[in-house]
């Protein structure tokens, strides 16, 4: 994929402070929005990929990002940092212990020296979230955002659903959250997170496979659930045609009516970055 830039005209670089930024980090790139809070739209996204195979490149890479994105080194209002990987674990909050987040970690992951252990709360599923980042990401980070939590690309989409969902009882609905060689997967049913996992794909039968062994295991009804893609998968590809063979409520996720959003945006389909634009709105 191209790198994107997207800019609304009513964007103004001397008027960060009154801003807040997104930003996205994975081996598939570093994607960032700002909301200009006082009008309630987003004015700017922005998208460098990457082709990454381990995480331990991703400083040198994301810090080319910000060598040439000047607004990345402004001061804003609120900063929120969402990191992708897949050595994560959830925790129910009744069954944690503070200083034990290393070893419930790597009790299913295998650990790696030169990367720190952070958690975060996932207050609507109440559960906390674990998961690894290189020490090196976490402290150029910190430098440039002090006051910033980082976050799991987990928690827009967990938190996001079961806000949506909230006062739906019986409802189900599985997303589906795409990165260039992997995918979330999340399941909710009203008020309650059922499922959070992430896998990686080669073809778009291990896509199928994945998805509907969780609908089998899950007892999911496939003509009643409701399949929610998001994230960088094309509107034509070939996934979204096998799903609608076996899944009869699958459609691509909107972004959310509550925030407006530059003109310039139309130029990608919605989907694309939908968890990107709702992580701020998660609290």
Known sequence: M????????????????????????????LYFTILDLSKGKYILLNGHHFFLKRP???????????E?????????????????????????????KKGVEEKLLWFNNVEERGFNVIKNLFTKAGAYCIFDIPENLQSFLSEKF???????????????????????????????????????LVVVKGSALVYSNMFHYKTERDILYHVLFTFDQLKLASDQSDLILQGQ?????????????????????????????????????????STLLSVYKCE
């Open 233 to 273: 998968l094309p509107q034509v590809s070939p996934v979204y045609h096998l799903f609608k063979k076996y899944v009869k409520l699958t459609s691509f996720a909107r972004l959310d009516t509550t925030y407006q959003y530059s003109y310039t945006f139309s130029q990608v389909p919605e989907h694309y970055y």
């Open 2 to 29: 191209r790198d994107i830039c997207f800019i609304d005209k009513t964007f103004d670089s001397t008027q960060t402070s009154n801003y807040h930024l997104s930003v996205q980090i994975g081996l598939d790139g």
């Open 68 to 96: 040439v994105e000047d607004v990345l080194n402004q001061t804003f209002k609120s900063v929120e940092i969402l990191y992708s990987t897949r050595k994560f674990t959830l925790v129910p909050q009744a069954f944690f």
């Open 146 to 184: 002090p006051k910033c939590e980082i976050k799991h690309t987990l928690y827009p989409l967990v938190e996001g659903a079961l806000k949506r969902n909230w006062s739906s009882a019986k409802k189900v609905q599985v997303y589906l959250n795409f990165f260039r060689d992997q995918f979330e």
């Open 56 to 66: 331990r490149l991703l400083l040198k890479h994301v810090r080319e990002v910000f």
